[in-house]
C-alpha cells in the first residue's frame, strides 16, 4: 500500500514537472511570437504545420501576392523589367565573360584570366604586379598590359590598385567630366580629400568655384565599381496594421489580419485517424490538437496585441496622420505599456519589424517613439527629439552654404526657439540626419 501511494506521488510530481516544462516552453514560444514579423511568423507556423498533422496553414495575403508578381514576371513576354541589365551574376563571372569575348586566346589573355583571380568584391586588384611577374614568369611589360586590358573592362574602375586610381579611370571614360578634373586627382588627390582647396586653387590658378565643381562630380563617382554585382535578397516589408483618416479627419486603426497566416485544423484527418485509433493514438492526436489550439491561440493574440499598442500610439500620434508636416509627439515605451496594462518589454516586442500602413507610405511603429527634450530648463510635454531634428535640418536647409552654421551656432539659435540642447546633442541629431560638420558643408559657388 505504501509503495502504491509512493509511486503515485512521484508519478504525480513528474506530471507536474512535465506540464509545467510544456508551459515554460509554450511561454517563451508566445513571447518569440509576439517577436516576430510577418515573414518570419509564417516561417515558424510553416514549420509547426511539418510537426503536426492536424496543421494546415493558408498562405497570407502577401505571400500570394509575391508569387503571383514573380510568375508574371516569368510568364509576361513583354516586360520592361527585362530591359534593365542583368547583375544576377558576379564581378568575376562577368569580367570572364567580357575577357573571352573581347580577347583572343593569347598567352596575353592567360595572364588577364590569372589577374582577374586577384580582383576583389569591390572590383580592385589585391596582387601586387612584381609578385603577380614572378608567379607567371612574365615580363613586367606583359603584367602591365593585361591590368590594361582588365582597366578596359566594365565597370569602369574596374582592375584599380588604389581610390585614386579607380576614380581617375572612371574620369578617364566619361567625356562630360569637368575639364581637369583628371589632373588635379592626378596631382592633388590628398589636397582634395583634405579639402585643401585654396592650395589646389592656387597651384592651379584656378577660381575655388572650379574645385568645388570638380569635387561635386567626383562624389558622383563610385569608390568600389564591383559592388554593383552584389546580389540583395528582395525584402518585403508586410504592414500588420493600417491607419485610416476619413474626411472628417477622424483616424482609426484596422488591423490587416489577410496579411497573418490562417492555420486551420485538418478535422477530417483527424476524425479518420480517431476512428481506428488505439490509446497511444487517441494520446498522440490530443496533444497534436491542443498544440494547434495554443498555435491558433497565440497567432490571434499576437494580432491583438500590435493593433492595441497601435491604436495607443495613434491615439497620442494623431497629428502626424492628419497633419501634412507630420509632427511626432514625445512618446515611450512605458506611457503606452501603462496605457495598455502590460509590461514594457511586451510593447517593445509588439513594434519591434513591425509596420504600419497609411495612405502616404509605410512606416516602422517603432519610429513613433522618440523621447522629450529640455524647452526652457524643464520638461516639455510636446517637445520631441523628433521635433529638434527637423529644426536642426531647416537651420542646415537655410544655411550660407559659404558660412554654414557650427554646431554652436545651432544650439544658439535653437536657444531662441526655445529649445535647450547642448552643442553634443546637435552634432547627435547631425548625425542622425546625415548632415556633414559645418567645415565639410562648406561651399565655393560663385
Known sequence: MGKKMKFQQNFSQKQQQAQKLAMTQHLQQSIQILQYNSEELLAFVESQALENPLVEVVEPEWQSDVQKTKTSNENEETNYLNQIP????????????????????TFLRKLVLYLVEYIDLNGFLTIDL???????QATSIEILDALTLIQQLEPAGVGARSLQECLLLQIERDDFAPELAY?????CFDWLVERKWKEIAQHFSIELSEVQRVFDYVQTLSPSPGRIFERSNEAYIVPDVKVIVDRERNVRVISKRRNQPDVRFQENYFNQMQKKADKETQAYLKERKQEFDWL????????????????VVVSHQQAFFTNKDRPIKPLTLKEVAKEIGVHESTVSRAVNGKYLETDFGVFELKKFFTSRIQKNGAEAAELSADMAQKNIQILVEQEDKSKPLSDQKIVELLKKDEIIISRRTVAKYRDLLGIPSSSKRKRYDK
Open 183 to 187: 589632373i588635379i586627382l592626378e596631382e
Open 130 to 136: 612584381k609578385q603577380a611577374q614572378e608567379n607567371t
Open 296 to 311: 491558433k491561440k497565440t497567432i490571434l493574440q499576437r494580432g491583438d496585441t500590435i493593433l492595441r499598442v497601435t491604436q
Open 86 to 105: 542583368d547583375t544576377s551574376h558576379s564581378l568575376f563571372e562577368s569580367l570572364i565573360k567580357q575577357i573571352h569575348l573581347n580577347y583572343r586566346d
